[in-house]
């Protein structure tokens, strides 16, 4: 009896795996339609990528817009007119990297940025050096150090720019002492005008009270911030009468000062006073040569001034008539 089951259970199964062959055979498509549609898909997408590329090769040149924004009219014109004379593809096939290292390449650009804008196209966005002294005659220098020439030349005569000399390469060595030096003399009231630094690496500094001050490349700042003390101290009274200021001695300096004009004293030649006193020919120096009292219409005694000058001279540069001395 259970061997008849199963035999009928068996039967069963082929039939129904029977029918199920036979319904996945009717659904089931030929291998060569299969191919037929892998290409046709494959020729559209080819077909759909020739034609997007011979859109773009076809396209237009893009648009460059130069935004005008932290540009002084003449930086704006210049950037543009390069711009103009360069020759774009399309919107997408614009090489952005190449318009930058053009823009970044003139002197007086520090940064610069490119992007793409559907509305206005390739924008390119720069932003100028800023000048803060001048370098030589002919260029400027930024707080970096970095040299360079302006497009304006009317930005070459700065009043409030400091000037600075040297070797290019040297130009951030000077930049960076100017500003160390500014620092030290604030508080003085002093500020750098003028600074060199020769091939000797000597340094020729001139601040804008007119101080000159000359000082080697052997331990320049301590010399320096030392001379800011000494002014702001020993020598707060008598800054002004500094000329110049040698630091270039290992344990010392070297102070010129300005010379002081000698003391000029005037005498009514009507005034009984104005009379020779022989007692004190030795300390005064008479402007004229020779005085003859024979002549007071002619001589420098009956004008109005007599210029004397106080200093030692030899009584032999005056000439006194003895016989008409009163």
Do not use: C
Not at 63 to 91: H, N
Not at 95 to 102: E, G, S, T
Not at 242 to 254: E, H, P
Not at 256 to 269: K, L, N, Q, S
Request: proline share 3%; no cysteine.
């Amino acid at each position: 009896m259970n061997t008849i089951m199963a035999q009928a259970v068996n039967e069963v199964n082929d039939l129904m795996s029977n029918d199920t062959l036979r319904s996945k055979s009717k659904l089931s498509m030929p291998s060569s339609a299969k191919y037929f549609f892998m290409a046709l898909f494959i020729g559209l997408l080819l077909l759909i990528l020739i034609m997007g590329a011979k859109a773009l090769r076809d396209a237009p040149p893009a648009a460059i817009q130069v935004s005008s924004e932290g540009l002084t009219s003449t930086q704006y014109q210049t950037l543009k007119q390069a711009m103009d004379q360069q020759k774009v593809s399309s919107f997408f096939t614009t090489d952005l990297q190449a318009l930058r290292d053009i823009v970044i390449g003139m002197a007086w650009v520090d940064q610069v940025s490119v992007t793409r804008d559907w509305q206005q196209g390739i924008v390119i966005t720069a932003l100028p050096k800023q000048a803060i002294a001048n370098f030589g005659t002919e260029r400027l220098v930024d707080a970096k150090g970095v040299v360079f020439v302006p497009t304006d030349n009317k930005d070459l005569r700065q009043q409030s720019f400091a000037n600075l000399q040297g070797e290019v390469d040297q130009a951030p060595v000077i930049m960076q002492q100017m500003q160390q030096v500014n620092d030290w003399y604030a508080p003085i009231d002093m500020q750098v005008e003028d600074i060199i630094l020769t091939k000797r690496m000597t340094w020729l500094i001139r601040f804008d009270n007119g101080l000159r001050v000359i000082v080697d490349n052997e331990n320049t700042a301590q010399k320096l911030l030392n001379l800011s003390q000494l002014l702001g101290n020993q020598l707060s009274s008598r800054r002004d009468e500094v000329q110049s200021v040698d630091l270039r001695y290992k344990n010392g300096f070297t102070i010129t000062w300005h010379a002081i004009e000698p003391v000029v004293a005037t005498t009514d030649a009507t005034d009984a006073s104005s009379k020779v006193d022989s007692t004190k020919v030795d300390s005064t120096k008479v402007t004229s040569s020779k005085v003859d009292n024979t002549k007071p219409d002619s001589t420098q005694v009956t004008s109005s001034k007599v210029d004397t000058k106080v200093a030692t001279t030899d009584i032999s540069t005056t000439e006194v008539d003895p016989t008409n001395r009163p």
